[in-house]
C-alpha cells in the first residue's frame, strides 16, 4: 500500500513513524512539505521521499493523507485534485467536513479521522467515519494506518465527530490541566519539583492503567479507594462542593460547541 501525506507536521510525522514500525517500507511513504527544514528532518528520522510540490507522484499513491491545518485545506486539495487517482481520502484535519473534501478533489472515497495527542507515543485514540462510497478493504486500509498510533472507532455520523473533537482530542489538554493542579498542590504540601511531578504523574498513569484493566464500573474503582470518613473522602467532598463534576461537563459541552461552530 503506498500512502502520501499532504502535510508533514507533528501528526503526520507521528502517524509516519507508526506506519513504519508497523511495517510500511519507507520506499512506500512519500510526503507533500513546502518547509524544506520540516522536510529535511522527515527525511532523517524516516527515510521518506518527501516534495516540496504537488507532482505526478501522487498518481500511483492507494491512500492521501491530508495533514495540512484545517484553514490550508481547500488550497491544498486544490494543489493535488489533478494528480489524483481516485485514491482514498484519509482527512484528518478538525473540522472539515468530508462533503466538503470530496467537492474539493473530486472523489467521494473519504474517510475523515480524529486522532489525538498521545499518538506521538503510539497510544493515541482514533475515531473515523467513512463515505458510503468508501469500499471495505479502503476502510480496512484507513483502520491500519490509524491503528499503527492507538486505538480506532468507526461512527456511522460524521456529526459525533464534534462531540469526539470535545472528548479525546481536546481531552489531553484537560489531563495536563488536572496534573498541573495536582503537581502545584504537591508543592504546597512540601514536596520538591521532582517529587510531585512523580508522585502525580504515577497516580495518573497507574490509576488510568487499572481502569483500563479492570471489570468494574469507574465509579467502583473510586468508591473502593473512599473509606467512610477518611481522607479521600474529605477530598472529594471539597471537589463536590466545588462542583468540578458539573463544571467538566460544561467545559466538554463548550469544547463540542466550538467543534461545530468550527466545521460550519
Known amino acids: ?26 520506499a512506500d511513504i512519500t510526503v507533500l512539505e513546502i518547509n524544506p527544514d520540516r522536510g529535511a528532518e522527515l527525511v532523517r528520522q524516516n527515510q521518506v521521499s518527501v516534495y516540496a510540490q504537488a507532482g505526478p507522484w501522487l498518481n500511483s499513491c492507494d491512500v492521501v493523507v491530508m495533514a495540512v491545518k484545517p484553514q490550508q485545506m481547500h488550497e491544498a ?8 487517482a481516485q485514491p482514498l481520502v484519509l482527512s484528518i484535519a478538525a473540522g472539515i467536513r468530508a462533503q ?7 472523489t467521494r472515497r473519504v474517510v475523515r479521522a480524529m486522532p489525538n495527542m498521545p499518538a ?20 480496512l486500509a484507513a483502520d491500519t494506518i490509524l491503528s499503527a498510533v492507538g486505538s480506532v472507532i468507526w ?11 470535545a472528548v479525546s482530542g481536546s481531552g489531553p489538554a484537560y489531563v495536563f490541566y488536572f496534573i498541573e493542579a495536582m503537581q502545584a498542590a504537591a508543592r504546597e504540601l512540601g514536596f520538591d519539583e521532582a517529587q510531585a511531578r512523580m508522585l ?28 467512610k470518613g ?35
Do not use: C
Open 230 to 264: 477518611g481522607t479521600t473522602a474529605a477530598a472529594l467532598a471539597s471537589l463536590d462542593r466545588d462542583k468540578v463534576s458539573e463544571a467538566v461537563r460544561r467545559a466538554l459541552h463548550a469544547a463540542a460547541l466550538r467543534a461545530r461552530d468550527l466545521g460550519g
Open 155 to 165: 461512527l456511522e455520523d460524521e456529526a459525533m465527530l464534534d462531540s469526539v473533537t
Open 77 to 84: 486539495s486544490l494543489a493535488i485534485q489533478s494528480y489524483l
Open 1 to 26: 500500500m503506498k500512502v502520501a501525506f499532504v502535510g508533514g507536521g507533528n501528526m503526520a510525522g507521528a502517524i509516519i513513524g507508526g506506519v513504519l514500525e508497523a511495517g510500511f517500507a519507507a
Open 100 to 106: 466538503a473534501i470530496a467537492g474539493w478533489l473530486g
Open 120 to 139: 506521538v507515543i503510539r497510544a493515541g485514540i482514533s475515531a473515523a467515519v467513512a463515505m458510503d462510497e468508501v469500499s471495505a478493504e479502503q476502510k
Open 200 to 227: 502525580t504523574l504515577q497516580t495518573f498513569i497507574g490509576a488510568a492503567q487499572l481502569a483500563a484493566l479492570s471489570p468494574h464500573p469507574i465509579s467502583t474503582l473510586r468508591e473502593q479507594v473512599t473509606s
